[in-house]
C-alpha cells in the first residue's frame, strides 16, 4: 500500500495518480476493477508510488448529451471493492457539497476540479476532511494565484495538499502549459504534478464535445518533470477510441510501463 505520507516528506519521492476517465462499468461490466488491477502490475513492477484514479460523474461536460457516469451513490461499493480487492489508495474529483462527506469515506484524495479552483467554499470544506486534497489548477489561473487557494484550503488546519497543473487556455479550443509554473508553485512548499493528458486537450474541439492530441502527452509529461514535477496525473484506456470520454487525450494502458519508466529516470536525474 502506498503510504500517503510519503507526499509530505522533505525528499518528496516521484509518484504517479493514474487510470481510466470515468466509471464507464455500465457499458463494459467489470472494466474499472480490471484497470485498477493492471495499473497496479505495471507501477508495483517499476517500484513507483501509485494512486489510482477514476472519476464517478464528469459534471463538467461540453454537450448536455456527453457521458458523465453512474454518480457518487452507484459508485460508493466500487471503490470500496478497489480498495479492499486490489489494495491501491484511490483519488477522484467532487462537484457538489452534498458528495464530499460520503466520498471522503471511500476515497484516500479528494480532487477539486479545475473548473472549481476558485470556488472558496468548495475548498474549504474539502480541506476540512482532512483527506489529501488534489488540486487542480484552472485554465485560467496563473501560477502565483495557487497561493491563494492553498490558503483557502490551510485556513482549516489541512496542510494535505497536491497541486495539479493541466494548462492554460491559449485562445479558443486550445491549451499551453508554462513550464515556468512548476518552480513557482513548488516555491509554495506543496508537491506539484502534471496533468499530462488534459494538458493536451482542445476544449469544445469536436463536434459538441473536447477533442485532444494524445501524440504529445509524452513530451508534456518529460518536459515537465525536468522542469521538476514530483509526479505526473495521466488519464489511461486499454482502448482510448472506445472511452466514452476524453479519449483523444487518453494513452493507451500498453504505453505507461515505457513512458513511466523514462519520467522516474528524467526525474532521478534532476533531483
Known sequence: MFDLKSFYNSEVPFFALAGPDVIEDSERPGQTLDFARKLK????????????KVSYDKANRTS?????????????????????????PLV???????????????????????FLSRQTDMLVEVARTGRIV??????????????????????????????TERGYMFGYNNMVVDMRGFPIMKSFGYPVIIDATHSVQLPSGGAGKSAGERQFVKTLACSAVAAGADGVFLETHENPEIALCDGPNMIPMAEIEALMDKLKAIHALVR
Open 64 to 88: 448536455l448529451g456527453g457521458f458523465r457516469g453512474p454518480g457518487l451513490k452507484d459508485s460508493l461499493e466500487l471503490f470500496r471493492q478497489i480498495r479492499n480487492e486490489v489494495n491501491v
Open 134 to 163: 488534489n488540486f487542480k489548477k484552472g485554465q485560467f489561473m496563473a501560477p502565483r494565484d495557487v497561493e491563494h487557494a492553498l490558503n483557502k484550503m490551510t485556513s482549516t488546519g489541512n496542510e494535505r495538499i497536491i497541486i
Open 92 to 114: 477522484s474529483d467532487v462537484h457538489r457539497f452534498e458528495e464530499i462527506e460520503p466520498a471522503a469515506q471511500v476515497l484516500d484524495i479528494i480532487q477539486i476540479p479545475a
Open 41 to 52: 502490475t505495471i507501477f508495483e513492477k517499476l517500484q513507483i508510488p501509485f494512486v489510482f
